[in-house]
Each structure stands twice: as C-alpha cells, then as structure tokens.
C-alpha cells in the first residue's frame, strides 16, 4: 500500500509538471497558414496560459528578419500584440520562444502569406505605362 500511495504521488507530480510545462499557442492573429489579401496591421499571440516571451522573429520567404520592435516580456501574460511594418507580398515565418510560470522553454513556429491583387496589379499596369513611354 506504501508503494502504491507513493507511486500515485509521484504520478500526480509528473502530470501537473507536464501540464504547466506544456503551455501552447491558442491562437494567433495571422492565423496558422493564413492567406491575406492586404499587410496585416498587427502580430497577436493568445497562449493557454500565462509565459514570458523571450523571442519572436518575422521572417520573410529570404530568410529577412522583419523589425517589428519586440522586446522580451518581464511580466507574465497569455496575450501579446504588436503593431507591423507595411509587409511585401510573399511566405512569412513567425517564431517564438516562451518559458513557463516553471521555466520551460517552448518554442514553436508558424507561417502565414501576404497576397496583395490590388497592389500587384497597380505594380503592373505602372511596370506597362513605363514600358510604353521608353519606346
């Protein structure tokens, strides 16, 4: 019996560690593989619990960190945001680093892409008006 009330001790202190080191991404604004039509204005980070953020890097499709003024969180929270520069069209990588109420480090990454029609198709009809006049 001993045995039995210590190994569920045990137990019991192996599942709350892992479930508070095991904090994860609940949501983020771009979305997971999100298609966008337009630059999005700002970067949201909701975790399932509260972290400090100790990184977050935007990369673009050649591997360009994108400044976007983040500073490592002292404060635990479960929502970041921050605003961003006008992005290209183009694949943008998103990683970030966290570490839990218990010091565990996560990290995680996720893309998102920036389609801009209505730019791109300004883009050609100047690229078409300035070919016209050099002839």
Do not use: C
């Not at 399932?48 to 404060?75: C, Y």
Request: proline letters at 4%; charged letters at 20%.
């Amino acid at each position: 019996m001993k045995f039995f009330n210590s190994a569920v001790a045990i137990l019991g202190l192996v599942l709350t560690f892992s479930a508070s080191a095991h904090i994860s991404l609940k949501q983020s604004t771009p979305a997971q593989e999100a298609m966008l039509m337009k630059s999005p204005e700002q970067l949201s980070l909701t975790f399932g619990g509260e972290v400090r953020l100790a990184k977050v890097i935007i990369k673009d499709e050649k591997n360009k960190s994108i400044n976007f003024d983040f500073k490592p969180s002292a404060t635990p929270s479960t929502d970041f945001n921050w605003s961003l520069p006008s992005l290209a069209q183009g694949t943008y990588t998103v990683k970030w680093t966290a570490l839990g109420g218990d010091g565990h480090k996560m990290t995680d990454t996720f893309r998102f892409m920036v389609h801009k029609s209505e730019s791109h198709k300004m883009m050609q009809e100047q690229s078409n008006t300035h070919s016209k006049h050099n002839h």
